[in-house]
């Protein structure tokens, strides 16, 4: 694919060129309009698409020399965020094997930084992808700052809620892992001759990495940060909902089965118990009455010792009167 659509600014100077899908997306979202079949015309002084035009000179290291893309390596954690989490990675996209900036965490907030040499009084790109999944909090957001000589003097561009006046994507592709967006962030150099770029994310986590040219991501579905958030919610309700349903089937059963277990142990229990109360009257009567005969007859020979052991009555006759007289 050839660069053969002229660029130009409002005064209709030219200030590039760029693919013809490029300045359809241009067109297509109100930032350029179509001058031509081949220029278009930018809608913003400041913005330059890929390049500003080198009148003096036709190659191509020149023309590319206003584009500033992320490299993972240029940028390092602030200094001046405590609370940061970073980590440089290899990842691979798109088959292809790239050097990734890993920021944020949840609850905190995470800003790396790079300074970079400019010349003045020139129009700048700075180019990026970034990725992220889906937060459902609104305290969520990440956001680009471009600083001249002194913190103050400079652009932001929030990159999140494109619904609430945000930094509009030139990419927005929906991943199987989350939110893929390309990033072409114009400014001019003004009077200086260098400028700090801060990435920060707050409450989430995201990964840089180097844009490739747009024919790279055709692959992947379009779809806008709004929409892809409102089916983030669906399905993260969904699968909430599904959570719940199968917790609830499963305490059911447990309750159920819970139940036939009481109920069996009950009515094991119960039958010990009926057969205690009911046990059959004869057994106990037969034991009883064995009780009483023994008793008896212990007695019995009792009675019968006692009268041995007692002394003889003496049996002698009584004498006569007359012998007694005598």
Not at 49 to 73: G, H, L, Q, V
Not at 256 to 277: H, L, P, T, Y
Not at 282 to 295: L, N, V
Request: hydrophobic share 35%.
């Amino acid at each position: 694919m050839t660069k053969n659509i002229i660029v130009t600014d409002l005064n209709g100077n030219i200030t590039g060129t760029t693919y013809p899908k490029r300045a359809r997306g241009l067109i297509k979202s109100g930032r350029a309009i179509e001058k031509d079949e081949h220029t278009i015309q930018l809608v913003s002084s400041v913005y330059t698409d890929a390049f500003s035009y080198d009148k003096s000179s036709d190659k191509e290291e020149t023309r590319m020399a206003n584009i500033i893309d992320f490299k993972a390596r240029g940028f390092k954690l602030s200094p001046e965020c405590e609370s940061n989490r970073g980590t440089r990675l290899i990842v691979t996209e798109n088959d292809e094997n790239v050097e990734c900036f890993e920021i944020g965490e949840d609850g905190m907030t995470t800003e790396i930084t790079r300074k970079v040499d400019l010349q003045k009084d020139q129009d700048y790109v700075f180019r990026f992808t970034i990725k992220s999944r889906f937060v459902k909090g609104e305290s969520a957001q990440s956001m680009v700052n471009i600083y001249f000589d002194e913190k103050g003097d400079g652009y932001t561009y929030p990159l999140d809620r494109a619904d609430k006046n945000r930094f509009k994507p030139i990419i927005c592709k929906k991943t199987d892992d989350g939110l893929l967006r390309v990033f072409e962030l114009p400014f001019n150099s003004g009077d200086s001759e260098n400028c700090t770029i801060d990435i920060s994310v707050n409450d989430m986590t995201a990964w840089l990495y180097p844009a490739k040219e747009e024919a790279a991501y055709d692959a992947l579905a379009d779809i806008d940060y709004d929409q892809w958030r409102q089916d983030e919610i669906h399905r993260v309700a969904k699968y909430i909902s599904d959570i719940s349903g199968s917790i609830g089937e499963t305490l059911g059963e447990t309750l159920n089965g819970f139940g036939e277990f009481v109920g069996k142990a009950g009515d094991k229990i119960s039958k010990a118990v009926s057969d205690v109360i009911n046990r059959p009257a004869s057994a106990g009567g037969a034991e009883t009455e064995g009780a009483e005969t023994e008793q008896a007859e212990t007695a019995a020979a009792d009675e019968a010792a006692q009268a041995q052991a007692a002394p003889a009555a003496d049996t002698t006759p009584e004498a006569p009167a007359e012998d007694k007289a005598e």
